[in-house]
């Protein structure tokens, strides 16, 4: 029955995320997870020397108090909800689930980039980008906010649908904050610049090792989807194979190379975050320029993936029902 139980929690919190999107203000939990791991940065830069072995112990203590602090919440109120009543489990599992996932949020901030781009304006178009990515947008053009917008979402499908309904068909609601816990702290402290090269690197290595089998997933089922929307799945398979590893991540570059491939354009290049210059590898060939039509079409592609991935994790979670139930007899 827990495998059951963990599926109904994740379709309705799926469902959630696709009805509701995020809830927003100032208690929502994620928000509160990110100023826990600023406040925890601050703390434990300051508390150790500024040395790379000290800083790589701080960022060790950084992941681990924050991962001891989110599960034990989350762990306790399952044990809690469960105990009362096996429905009020599915709702507070399905709760966690739908507030690790962030679908139908990306999804609105891409439809307004989509007609931002499309009516030239440059300033809503950053607008709304912001909400993407954390990358410095107030000098991007129309077309570069496009081009950012195609990148940012197919690198977001894993991290914020793929991926916690991944670990969500392992291991329940639990398996979904542990999945958004470790991609918070790699947004927040992962990234190779001066400060945080040390301090931020179990982050990003444990980031990298979470969503190494969902960016992988996420890629097969967005060519699936290219098929299905009469894209060019020639050409995102061939773009796969060949670009894939063309990105300091070692997952970004799974469905980036789909999308690139799918939308026939060229993605990656130079990016900067707080002012800091990184430079990437193209991915994909320049076949046409990016425009709005680029950012409808990523859209579609990311909406096809959730879907595909919800249906997949059923089609598992049921799988493993029913064996359990040979097993039993």
């Not at 599926?7 to 100032?26: E, R, T, V």
């Not at 912001?130 to 690198?155: G, I, N, Q």
Request: aromatic share 8%.
């Amino acid at each position: 029955m827990i495998i059951m139980n963990s599926l109904c929690a994740l379709a309705f919190g799926f469902a959630l995320d696709m009805i509701l999107g995020d809830p927003g203000g100032n208690m929502y939990p994620v928000r509160l997870v990110k100023r826990m791991v600023n406040k925890l940065e601050e703390m434990l830069k300051n508390a150790y020397l500024d040395a790379p072995e000290a800083q790589n112990m701080a960022g060790v203590m950084l992941v681990v108090m924050t991962l001891l602090i989110t599960m034990g919440i989350s762990v306790a109120l399952l044990l809690l909800c469960y105990k009362l009543n096996v429905v009020v489990g599915i709702l507070a599992e399905g709760i966690l689930c739908w507030l690790s996932m962030s679908g139908k949020d990306m999804r609105r901030y891409l439809l307004g980039v989509f007609r931002s781009v499309r009516t030239d304006n440059v300033n809503a178009a950053r607008r709304y980008l912001r909400h993407l990515t954390d990358r410095d947008v107030d000098k991007m053009s129309s077309t570069e906010c496009a081009k950012c917008a195609v990148e940012a979402a197919s690198e977001n499908a894993v991290d914020l649908i793929v991926a916690p309904m991944f670990w969500a068909c392992l291991f329940g609601g639990v398996g979904a904050v542990f999945c958004r816990v470790v991609n918070i702290m790699d947004n927040a402290v992962g990234f190779k610049d001066k400060d945080h090269i040390y301090f931020g690197k179990v982050a990003a290595k444990l980031d990298d090792v979470v969503m190494f089998i969902p960016a992988r997933l996420a890629a097969t089922f967005m060519r699936w989807d290219a098929a299905f929307l009469k894209l060019d799945k020639k050409n995102a398979a061939e773009i796969y194979q060949r670009d894939k590893r063309r990105s300091p991540s070692p997952n970004s570059g799974c469905t980036m190379s789909v999308a690139a491939g799918a939308l026939d354009v060229q993605l990656g290049g130079d990016e900067v975050r707080n002012g800091f210059l990184t430079r990437r590898q193209r991915i994909g060939d320049d076949l046409h320029p990016i425009t709005s039509d680029e950012v409808f079409w990523i859209n579609q592609l990311v909406t096809g993936t959730g879907a595909t991935m919800m249906l997949f994790v059923a089609v598992m979670r049921v799988t493993a029902y029913l064996v359990t139930l040979q097993l039993i007899k």
